[in-house]
């Protein structure tokens, strides 16, 4: 079986795979997990991959695709249960993968966009330890400083708040289209994740 993760940077796709995987043997499927994989790899598309991350780049649908492809073709000859989360990220890599594989559901978390910005714009990291905290859910003991070793936490770059926002746009551009695309299939369905005990509850229902 194979299943697809859609939702916004910070919807909680990250957890439900976790948990799809530790408590389901599902596989999980990340491209950002396959970058870091394939890029320690001496192939040709390693070196390929290398050179576009290093000068920043985006990487470009054909080599997703192609990496994607070559993981994909490994495990499902195996006949394993996988997820897949970040991957589609557009219609063109949605089209290249149906010819690939043959997807059988397709969840899109969806949380409210305000949750979102305090999940992600209330993220706050210790740059020492590197404990994570949140200024609206896991408070540090006191205010601004990690509760292990007293540094002062600092707050990433790409979790502020006009970034999340530019992020956020991006993504629905891209992301609405596969709402689309998948709700033709027949294989699409809506995910709140108020509360992921829930949300696990819905999948597993759906997936039986
Ligand atoms: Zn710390």
Do not use: W
């Amino acid at each position: 079986m194979i299943i697809l993760l859609l939702g916004a940077p910070g919807a909680g796709k990250g957890s439900i795979s976790n948990i799809l995987k530790e408590k389901y043997h599902f596989f999980h499927i990340s491209t950002g997990e396959i970058f870091r994989k394939v890029i320690n790899a001496s192939t040709d598309i390693a070196k390929k991959l290398k050179s576009i991350m290093l000068s920043g780049g985006l990487i470009d649908d054909d080599t997703t695709n192609e990496i994607v492809k070559n993981e994909l073709m490994e495990l499902s000859n195996k006949n394993l249960n996988i997820v897949l989360d970040g991957y589609p990220r557009n219609i063109n890599q949605a089209n290249f993968l149906s010819k690939i594989v043959k997807v059988d559901y397709v969840f899109d978390i969806l949380v409210d966009e305000q949750e979102i910005m305090k999940r992600i714009t209330g993220r706050r990291t210790c740059p020492v330890c590197k404990s994570i905290y949140n200024i609206y859910y896991h408070k540090p003991q006191k205010e601004g400083v990690c509760d292990y070793d007293g540094s002062l936490l600092v707050q990433r770059n790409d979790d502020k708040e006009d970034v999340v926002v530019e992020r956020f746009k991006t993504y629905l551009a891209l992301n609405t289209p596969l709402v689309e695309y998948y709700k033709q299939q027949k294989i699409y369905y809506p995910i709140v994740n108020e509360n992921l005990d829930k949300a696990i509850g819905e999948i597993k229902k759906i997936i039986g």
